[in-house]
């Protein structure tokens, strides 16, 4: 399994970014999806996940009603709209898949990574 994630880059507070990220080597359609993000010092945490079919997302208090998931099952991506973005927004975003169909909010329940891309949000 690949995942390539895309999209990252420098923004100003208040500005937006739209991630992405490319699977290939599995049957993308039928594994639930996540984003996580890292800061620098902090622990891993779940940003947004997405089933199987798209219809159920889950979202993390801290970015509820400015980041919407995505995804294209037809073109094996996964997307993160990332509106009225935060300087605590700033850190590497990861997309994983998960071992399960349906939406899946626990870190231990995904299997494959990808590389991560850097979202770096200025005062």
């Known amino acids: ?15 937006s970014l739209r991630l ?11 594994v639930a999806m996540g984003w996580f993000r890292q800061a620098p010092g902090k622990e891993r945490e779940l940003v947004a996940a997405i089933d199987w079919t798209g ?4 979202y993390a208090d801290s970015v509820k009603g400015r980041f ?3 995804r294209d099952n037809a ?8 509106n009225t973005l ?6 590497v975003y990861y997309c994983a898949t998960a071992r399960t169909a349906d ?11 990808g590389q991560g891309t850097q979202v770096t949000v200025s005062s």
Request: a positive charge; proline letters at 2%.
């Open 20 to 30: 992405a990220c490319a699977a290939s080597g599995r049957t993308f359609r039928s």
């Open 1 to 15: 399994v690949q995942l390539q994630a895309s999209g990252g880059g420098l923004v100003q507070a208040g500005g």
């Open 103 to 113: 939406i899946a909010t626990r870190t231990r329940l995904y299997d494959y990574w």
């Open 68 to 70: 919407t998931m995505s």
């Open 55 to 58: 219809g159920v997302v889950y």
């Open 86 to 91: 935060k300087p605590e927004d700033t850190a």
């Open 75 to 82: 073109n094996n991506i996964v997307f993160l709209q990332m």
